[in-house]
């Protein structure tokens, strides 16, 4: 089998790429040098002449408050773009992996997101992530949707990377406390991913950590792990305006995973355990 991986510079793609040469399976990792996914030319030429199985798209523009300025690039990326692979895929007949996000969702309420809920985006972002689906949807039948959300990884910038930077010059932190998730690292997602696309289970699925947190509970497991003496204190997300409105419920329901004979990811703070250990090992932190 051979996968080709886009975004292979971010903190997914990385991870993705390693996890399938591990399992011996040929991987090709591109980012914007090889492949300009906005290009509909250039996706055509690189994907064909990889002539892969499948594709595991893990390139996005993804700068939430950014996106509210930039919404044509936003949506060129996540939209145009993905629907330029899609229909490469189409043609050779191949599968498709994308990556999506809870953003998709109107981020209300407090239960666990369904794959198959109403999508009502709450911001450019979102909306964008959401045409990328629809064009994925529209275009193919083997296709994996996994949407995922709050995101760290060791190649990258992240929540976790920030607060210990911030945790090194500063004895007190505030941090948002009303907006609820699950934390997840790319190194568990890969795998996730990589066995999905060793199967024909397609379909929408949700992929986290298990577990649930704020972000405040989530920094104050960070300084804990990491044994920094750093004081957090909860506020609101009112306190912390932002351009793009940001969903207070980012729970997800991974019910499908398990009916589809998937493994379920780790904890999050397990996950988290073995983050900070890796940043540790590689001199990072």
Known sequence: MKVLVTGVKGQLGY????????????????DID??????????????????????IHCAAYTAVDAAEDNVDICRKVNA?????????????????????????????????????????????????????ELAVKNTLDKFFIVR???????????FIKTMLNLGKTR???????????????????????????LTEKYGFYHATNEGICTWYEFACEIFKVAGMDVKVAPVSASE?????????????????LTQNGFEKLPTWQDALTRYIDTLKENGMF
């Open 80 to 132: 145009t773009g993905t629907e330029n692979i899609a229909k490469v895929c189409k043609e050779l007949d191949c599968k498709m992996v994308y990556i999506s996000t809870d953003y998709v969702f109107d981020g209300e309420g407090e239960r666990p997101w369904e794959p198959d809920d109403k999508q009502e985006p709450l911001n450019v972002y979102g909306q964008t992530k959401y045409e990328g």
């Open 240 to 256: 912390y305006p932002a351009k793009a409105k940001r969903p207070s419920n980012s729970r997800m329901s991974k019910e499908k």
């Open 15 to 30: 991870d993705v790429v390693n996890e399938l040469e591990k399992r011996g399976i040929e991987a090709v990792g591109v």
């Open 148 to 158: 995922i959300a709050w995101v760290f990884g060791v190649n990258g910038k992240n």
């Open 171 to 197: 004895d007190s932190l505030t941090v948002v406390n009303d907006q609820f998730g699950s934390p997840t690292y790319t190194y568990d997602l890969a795998r996730l991913l990589v066995d999905m696309v």
């Open 34 to 55: 090889e492949m300009d996914i906005t290009d509909a030319a250039s996706v055509n030429k690189v994907i064909k002449d990889t002539n892969p199985d499948a594709v």
